[in-house]
C-alpha cells in the first residue's frame, strides 16, 4: 500500500494488484476536491446550531432510519461496531455505539454533525456510498485521509421510493484485518429503512419481492427481533490481529 501511495502522489498508474479500482477511482477524486493525505478534518468541532439545522431538514430521514438501527444494533450485541446514518448531503444524522473506551475515537469521527462526504473527508466508505450509489467496504490504508487509517467501514445506500438516493448506512470499527462480516445485516437494515419510506406513503400500491420467501413482508423480519440472529458471521471479529 505504500507504494500505491507514492504512485498517487507521482500522478503515476497504480495496478490494480495494488489497489482495487474502485478505491483508485475514489482516491482520484479525493485529489480533485483539492484534499490532501494529510488534511485534518475529522475531529473538527460541530457546532449545535449546525447540528439543530441537519436534524430539523432530515427528521423524515432519521424517523425511519433509527428504529432499523436500534435493531441492528441490538443484533450485533458486542461486535465493537459504531453505526452511523448519513443524509445524501453526506452529514452524519445519527450514530449509535461507541461508549466503551475503545472505540471513543471511532464514535468521535461518525459523530452527528460532521461531514464524511468524499468532497470533504476523501475517500471513506459512506462517501463513497453516496458518491457510486452501490455498497462499500474501506479497509485502514484504502482511506484517503492518513487519519482515517484507524478504521474499517462498511456502507449502503438507502433510496427513497421515487430510486432518489435518500442516504447512507454504515458501519465502522477499528481495522484489524481484511475480513468484514457486517454487510449482509447492514443491507438488511438498509432495506427495512426504505420499505419504511414505502409504509409512510399515503395509499401506495405495495409490490414485495425478495429472494428469500420469509423476508418478503417486513413484518416477518421484525418478528425475528429485526433481523435473523447469525452469531458466527454478524458477531465476529475482522479477523486474527495482523501485525
Not at 473538527?44 to 430539523?56: D, T
Not at 423524515?60 to 436500534?70: F, I, N, Q, S, Y
Not at 478504521?151 to 438507502?158: D, F, K, N, T, Y
Request: with cysteine; charged share 25%; net charge positive.
Amino acid at each position: 500500500m505504500l507504494h500505491a501511495r507514492q504512485l498517487l502522489r507521482e500522478a503515476r498508474d497504480i495496478p490494480a494488484s495494488l489497489v482495487a479500482d474502485d478505491v483508485q477511482r475514489s482516491w482520484s477524486r479525493s485529489i480533485r476536491h483539492g484534499l490532501s493525505e494529510r488534511d485534518r478534518v475529522l475531529f473538527n468541532p460541530v457546532s449545535a446550531a449546525q447540528l439543530r439545522r441537519i436534524n430539523e431538514v432530515h427528521r423524515t430521514l432519521l424517523g425511519h432510519a433509527e428504529p432499523e438501527m436500534e435493531r441492528l444494533f441490538s443484533a450485533l450485541d458486542n461486535a465493537h461496531w459504531v453505526l452511523a446514518c448519513l443524509e445524501v448531503g453526506g452529514n452524519i444524522i445519527k450514530t449509535l455505539g461507541g461508549q466503551s473506551a475503545e472505540l471513543r475515537d471511532i464514535a468521535t469521527v461518525l459523530r452527528p454533525g460532521l461531514n464524511l462526504s468524499e468532497r470533504v473527508a476523501g475517500t471513506n466508505a459512506p462517501g463513497f456510498a453516496l458518491e457510486e450509489r452501490r455498497a462499500i467496504a474501506v479497509r485502514g490504508s484504502e482511506h484517503f485521509l492518513e487519519e482515517a487509517q484507524m478504521c474499517a467501514c462498511a456502507a449502503v445506500p438507502i433510496f427513497e421510493p421515487s430510486g432518489a438516493l435518500a442516504g447512507v448506512l454504515n458501519a465502522s470499527r477499528h481495522h484489524r484485518s481484511a475480513s468484514i462480516g457486517i454487510m449482509e445485516p447492514l443491507a438488511l437494515a438498509a432495506r427495512a429503512v426504505e420499505n419504511r419510506m414505502v409504509a409512510a406513503l399515503s395509499a401506495p400500491l405495495r409490490l414485495r419481492l425478495h429472494y428469500s420467501a420469509e423476508l418478503v413482508k417486513l413484518a416477518d423480519v421484525r418478528s425475528a427481533g429485526g433481523f435473523p440472529r447469525r452469531p458466527d458471521s454478524w458477531r465476529e471479529p475482522f479477523g486474527t490481529p495482523t501485525a
